[in-house]
């Protein structure tokens, strides 16, 4: 079983696939297969429990499928924009940031956030821009960068509870800074950003004028009366910033491809005219059934925050502290926990996960490719990073079900330590 597969050496495939190798873009050659993808099919050619990748396993709301049959029913099945769909996100960013926003010219639809990310990006960042990240880290970011021909910096978050160093952020600038990537709620580690790391963050920003692009796809998964800030809401702020976010998380609905970017008219443009070049349009009946979920009351959200979500985060925690797992920092949004390995237990994450797999059906994702040592500004030792290799992110937006099955199977497979034993 293969964990973070590294690109296939030429000497190793036959000469018809040696002669394409080197048909291939240097940019092509430095990417690999999504391990969380991996994870993902190994879970479906297994039959495993998927704990792994970030997409709830129940139902989407009936009132978003219903406008989505609908749609395809009545024939919106070619290229489309719907409007209708600006017009709403100005609505709410006016409602619940305060943020006034051009529907006709500030926002652009995507196919998912991960292009709307991507094409923000594509939109601001040159060859040798570099591009503060926060990490632990989301692995798509930097891939988008890297496309780019931007240089990833990364500022390490301080464990266990993920805290924001203002001195080492500002060491992190340079000349050659253009951006600073913020994702808040944070994939993996639940962490919501307080104003006052905001306020360090925006304070950087405005001395070295650059743009912060956020990730705010789990706006709407807090827990225990923790709020989402937008950063764009901060003095100052909207006019350096790119919001991305979509309908996935919100609504349970991950394969359906609806995104957003929300940037002042110059970078929405930018932002537009490369979506248009690359995919054309989003998928025209789920644009339809995204007006719909948009316009959903606001009961709905509450519902998902604290009757949905915040219990299930709540029974992950109980189930993993029970099995000998530390959790010393409980997840304020999103729906992961980054879990760190029971004490007494020996094994690197990689190899916790390959057991866990083995012994008991159940796939979660290694912490340590969520971390980027090679890459941070200040080179931590072996030693002051090995807390990269203690750590698993499970994702618990899954239904009753199958977290009821997932924690008999820890229960089944964990001894009197709380840790697998290793098969060699």
């Known amino acids: 079983m293969l964990l973070y597969q590294k690109p296939t050496h030429p000497a190793a495939l036959g000469s018809r696939e040696r002669a394409m190798e080197g048909k291939l ?23 495993a429990i998927n704990l792994a990748e970030g997409f709830p396993d129940f139902p989407a709301p009936p009132h978003i499928k219903d406008a989505a049959v609908s749609a395809i029913n009545s024939d919106f099945n070619q290229y489309r924009h719907v409007q209708g769909i600006c017009d ?16 006709l010219t500030d926002v652009a639809i995507c196919c998912g956030q991960t292009e709307a990310f991507a094409a923000a990006i594509f939109a ?5 821009d570099e591009v503060v990240l926060f990490d ?23 464990p266990p509870q993920w805290t924001l ?28 950003f307080s104003r006052e790391e905001l306020e360090v963050i925006a304070e950087a920003c405005g001395k070295w004028d650059c743009l912060a692009i956020t990730d705010e796809v789990y706006e709407y998964i807090t827990f225990n009366n923790q709020k989402h800030v937008s950063i764009a809401t901060l003095p100052g702020m909207q006019e350096r910033t ?44 789920f644009q339809e059934a995204a007006l719909t979920a948009l316009r959903s009351p606001s009961e709905y959200f509450e ?7 915040q219990l299930k985060r709540d029974v992950s925690v109980k189930l993993l502290t029970s099995v000998g797992f530390r959790i010393q920092f409980q997840p304020q949004g999103s729906f992961f926990l980054f879990a760190e390995l029971p004490k007494n237990c020996l094994l690197s994450d990689v190899e916790y996960v ?27 030792s072996e030693e002051n990073c090995s807390y990269q290799k203690r750590y698993i992110r499970v994702a618990f937006c899954k239904s009753d079900a199958t977290l009821t099955t997932a924690a008999q199977k820890f229960g089944e497979l964990m001894n009197a330590g709380g840790c697998p034993k290793l098969h060699y």
């Open 124 to 128: 601001v960042i040159d060859r040798g």
């Open 242 to 285: 790119i919001i991305t976010s979509s309908l996935s998380k919100t609504f349970s609905v991950t394969g359906w491809r609806i995104g957003w970017a929300i940037a002042p008219a110059s970078a929405a443009s930018a932002i537009r005219n490369i979506h248009v070049k690359i995919t054309d349009s989003a998928p025209a009946p």
């Open 354 to 380: 390959k057991e866990l797999i083995k012994q008991a059906g159940v796939v979660v994702v290694p912490g340590r490719g969520f971390f980027h040592t090679e890459s941070s500004l200040d080179q931590p």
């Open 88 to 103: 709403q996100l100005a609505f709410i960013m006016k409602r619940t940031h305060g943020l006034n926003v051009d529907p």
């Open 165 to 192: 160093d203002p001195d080492k952020l500002m060491k992190s600038f340079t000349s050659k800074t253009k951006a600073i990537v913020l994702n808040s709620p944070h994939n993996p580690t639940g962490k919501v």
């Open 136 to 158: 632990p880290c989301y692995e798509t970011y930097e891939g988008c960068i890297t496309m780019a021909g931007g240089i990833p910096v990364y500022v390490a978050l301080d």
């Open 25 to 47: 873009s240097s940019v092509a050659k430095k990417f690999a297969p999504s391990p969380i993808q991996e994870l993902s099919h190994l879970a479906q050619r297994c039959n």
């Open 303 to 309: 519902i998902l925050r604290r009757q949905e979500y």
